[in-house]
T-cell receptor, first 109, second 114 residues
Framework: DAKTTQPPSMDCAEGRAANLPCNHS???????VYWYRQIHSQGPQYIIH???NNETNEMASLIITEDRKSSTLILPHATLRDTAVYYC??????????FGKGTKLSVIP | DTGVSQNPRHKITKRGQNVTFRCDPI?????LYWYRQTLGQGPEFLTY????????KSRLLSDRFSAERPKGSFSTLEIQRTEQGDSAMYLC????????????FGQGTRLTVV
């Protein structure tokens, strides 16, 4: 699985967009980019995933660069409940998820 | 609640005792995973079942650890002769074979070995 680099922490004002970057320069052609988050004392929660095209769902948008070496998770209107650790995980057909240390997002009132 | 259920949520045990955790996956999911998470780290993969077959075990899963999924539904994770280093959150997840939305995680069982 490709290695990832994420900033250890970020702050975002409540109601503003949170843009969480992830570098995955060694990603292979068949690896999807998955994003999970983990709110304190809970299990990880699936957010979104994509291969090449940008994706959007009710939780977030995922922007993947054309060369696929990096991606950005966008929470369009961050709320206090979005405070969590966000993990970017490249994954091909393997069943396991390889978590790094993620980005701790703090949403500030 | 139709999510992944784990019991107990918390367990405190004395070093050397055996403990067993249970995971009930989402009912139609045929894949089940166990992960371990220590403080400040992301979850680490331990083992994976497809139906009742245990198909992969991480080298993190020492001989003191055993996992079962006897009827392809719920799973148990047993730790024998617990050590202080076993203190962690143990997470269970499930997914559908071929499902693209990754895995769904339970709330975890927090083990403290004293």
């Amino acid at each position: 699985d490709a290695k990832t680099t994420q900033p250890p922490s970020m702050d975002c004002a409540e109601g503003r967009a949170a843009n969480l970057p992830c570098n995955h320069s060694t990603i292979s052609g068949n690896e999807y980019v998955y994003w999970y988050r983990q709110i304190h004392s809970q299990g990880p929660q699936y957010i979104i995933h994509g291969l090449k095209n940008n994706e959007t769902n009710e939780m977030a948008s995922l922007i993947i660069t054309e060369d696929r070496k990096s991606s950005t998770l966008i929470l369009p209107h961050a709320t206090l409940r979005d405070t969590a650790v966000y993990y970017c995980i490249p994954r091909a057909g393997s069943y396991q998820l390889t978590f790094g240390k993620g980005t701790k997002l703090s949403v500030i009132p | 609640d139709t999510g992944v259920s784990q019991n107990p949520r918390h367990k405190i045990t004395k070093r050397g005792q055996n403990v067993t955790f249970r995971c009930d996956p989402i009912s139609e999911h045929n894949r089940l995973y166990w992960y371990r998470q220590t403080l400040g780290q992301g979850p680490e993969f331990l083992t994976y079942f497809q139906n009742e077959a245990q198909l992969e075990k991480s080298r993190l899963l020492s001989d003191r650890f055993s996992a079962e999924r006897p009827k392809g539904s719920f799973s148990t994770l047993e730790i024998q002769r617990t050590e202080q280093g076993d203190s962690a959150m143990y997470l269970c997840a499930s997914s559908l074979e071929g499902g693209s939305n990754g895995a769904f995680f339970g709330q975890g069982t927090r083990l403290t070995v004293v």
